[in-house]
């Protein structure tokens, strides 16, 4: 009937607005440092199953094909799709980009630790290395005050330049953290995820080695969203909420042509 393709077409339009405000975030968060775009995922509804395959049609014969009506769609799941964004030199000592796998290990201020990409560190009034927004980068590493200069290898190595020192000195080690699924992290904003029953146990170990991504000093990792794509994506989006919207239109019609004749 006409109010079941209604009921079809107004589960399409939910999906394509929820598709919608994905790419619109995946846009606003073009520049943002570490972001990673996400996509939606659809999927069908069940199916009204009025004649099975293999149905008889006659004493030797069998319909080869089900008879079957869709109910509509629905958005599954939303995932991020972890692909490098490009190294942008800034020349700051403290900014630090992952290139490869891996995750920054952050304190909350509700005690988890969080995962980030956003390298744009900073030291507090402590001294400790920190993230942009304060929270402080596990494991805690320190930087004296008297630091002339902040030398971070690729293996995550931090060594500072003391006036009283002929040699760098070492202060902390970056560790990055790897999971068996990152897809499955949550995330919660402040460029932060969170480990999930989904995206396993948190493998933490030095960058650079078994297969983690290496440091980059004086760098930042961009977005990964690509605007072109982004666009072209939002008019499809526009284009199937057009039709459904359509499709409801002229289920409107039909069933006020049925009122008007009977």
């Given at each position: 009937m006409s109010s079941d393709a209604m009921h079809v077409a107004k589960t399409g339009l939910n999906a394509?607005?929820?598709?919608?405000?994905?790419i619109a975030n995946?846009?606003?968060n073009v520049n943002t440092t570490g972001f990673?775009?996400?996509r939606a995922n659809f999927e069908t509804l069940l199916y009204q199953n009025i004649r099975p395959?293999?149905?008889?049609?006659?004493d030797t014969t069998q319909l080869t094909t089900p008879l079957s009506v869709g109910t509509g769609v629905r958005i599954v799941n939303t995932e991020k799709l972890y692909s490098q964004g490009n190294l942008v030199t800034t020349d700051n000592a403290l900014d630090v980009a992952i290139d490869g796998q891996?995750?920054?290990?952050?304190l909350m201020p509700d005690g988890q630790i969080g995962?980030?990409?956003?390298?744009?560190?900073?030291r507090n009034a402590e001294g400790t290395l920190t993230t942009a927004s304060g929270y402080v980068i596990q494991p805690e590493i320190q930087i004296p005050d008297n630091a002339q200069s902040i030398t971070i290898s690729a293996d995550g190595i931090i060594s500072v330049q003391t006036p009283d020192q002929v040699e760098a000195q070492e202060v902390g080690q970056i560790t990055l953290a790897a999971f068996p699924n990152p897809r499955g992290l949550e995330p919660v904003g402040e460029n932060m995820v969170l480990e999930s029953?989904?995206?396993g146990p948190p493998v933490v170990t030095t960058p650079y080695t078994d297969g983690m991504g290496k440091i980059v000093q004086g760098a930042l990792e961009s977005s990964n969203v690509n605007v072109v794509q982004e666009l072209v994506d939002m008019i499809e989006t526009q284009r199937a909420?057009?039709?459904?919207?359509k499709s409801i239109s002229a289920s409107d019609e039909m069933m006020r042509f049925l009122s008007n004749k009977l």
């Open positions: 394509q607005q929820t598709r919608m405000q994905v995946n846009l606003a990673k775009r996400d395959a293999g149905a008889q049609t006659s891996g995750f920054l290990q952050v995962y980030t990409r956003d390298g744009t560190l900073s029953p989904a995206s909420y057009e039709v459904n919207s």
